[in-house]
């Protein structure tokens, strides 16, 4: 849901107040100070020869540095687009400036299209603080069900938290004699363009307006699972396996051959102590570059992924370094006790990617 700002009676806009916009960028230049220093910190301590320091640090540099990203496009996107919406008294108005361009479009839905009105709700996670969990807020997604000029049956989407403001919505509504529904279903992933399947698969029953039955702007500890089509789980499923078989894939084989190559060409110069490369060598560095890419094009995140994912990703990284310890060994480059410093390191490997494993699953648990 796009945030938005309202200006009037039944007018709302994405154009930040100069208070929000000095408070964001002031908070994108802190984000950025945070990530200059902690990426040049652990440059020195790479510089130094310390990799365990030096690649711990970087790598939360880098985390940052994601985390700059994110907040830098929230902050440009209302400068970006400029988005009004509006419950006019001839019907609901819509319009888009883009700011780089000056390109301008505007669309008035009138009332005397519109068939019925859904009123489905939503959830929005809202942080309560460090070292607390936070809870969610119901808010409302009002789906218009209209008739465009060619007799096509179109979807328009508006979403609030206000019970207010939510209530004034559907009197405008009733005023103008259109049916209001409602339906218990969190429809927060549906899109207008889904409804042309999903929107006589929802549940719904008549609005009683004054009782908030949808209990609009409370606040709940654990989720609403969101309701989801068939059409839209099947949609989902197969962008997930197109975005596997040109991305992920090919960059997990990647993984996999540099693995082999540095086993081959660079691991038998890493110092090993006792069974185990040494501190100061890169082992550390290059394990942590691995558990990031084996979340990455595991996509550990997702719900469907096996449980044993994170265990197959590690033995086959573990598997192609065994063969370039193999490679090394042929040509008369390994070292006494690489295999063993490699097995070493492969522990720790799947350790670290099945504890990522779990807390991802923990954490999708408890948002429920």
Partial sequence: MVELREEGQLKYSNQPSRTAKA??????????????????????????????????????????????????????????????????????????????????????????????????????????????????????????????????????????????????????????????????????????ENYQTAYAELPKAEYEPGANPLQIGSRERRDIPAWISPDMKARIEAEEKRRDKRLFRPVFLGVAAINLILAAAWMPSWPILDGAFADNSASTAVTLVNVLLLVLTGAYWRQRVRWYRSLLDSVLVIAAQFAGAGIAALIGNAPSGLLDSIVVEGLLLVGISAVLFVIFRVVRWIVK
Avoid at 56 to 72: E, H, P, S, Y
Avoid at 102 to 116: C, D, K, R, Y
């Fill in 23 to 192: 408070l964001n960028w002031g908070l994108v230049g802190l984000m950025g100070a945070l990530v200059l220093g902690f990426m040049g910190y652990g440059v020195f301590w790479l510089i130094k020869g310390d990799w365990v320091v030096g690649s711990f640090i970087t790598v939360i540099g880098l985390f940052l540095t994601g985390m700059l990203w994110l907040i830098f496009r929230i902050v440009r996107m209302p400068q970006k687009v400029l988005l009004r919406y509006e419950l006019r008294e001839e019907g609901y108005y819509t319009y888009v400036k883009q700011i780089k361009t000056g390109e301008e479009s505007e669309h008035l839905v009138p009332f005397t299209q519109m068939q019925e009105v859904l009123i489905g709700r939503t959830t929005r996670y809202q942080p309560k603080g460090e070292g607390s969990i936070g809870f969610y807020v119901i808010g409302a997604n009002i789906v218009m069900k209209w008739v465009d000029g060619e007799g096509h049956i179109q979807y328009s989407v508006f979403g609030l938290e206000n019970p207010n403001e939510l209530e004034a919505w559907v009197t405008e509504f009733r005023k103008h004699g259109i049916p209001v529904y409602r339906t218990e279903a969190n429809v927060k992933i549906v899109r207008a």
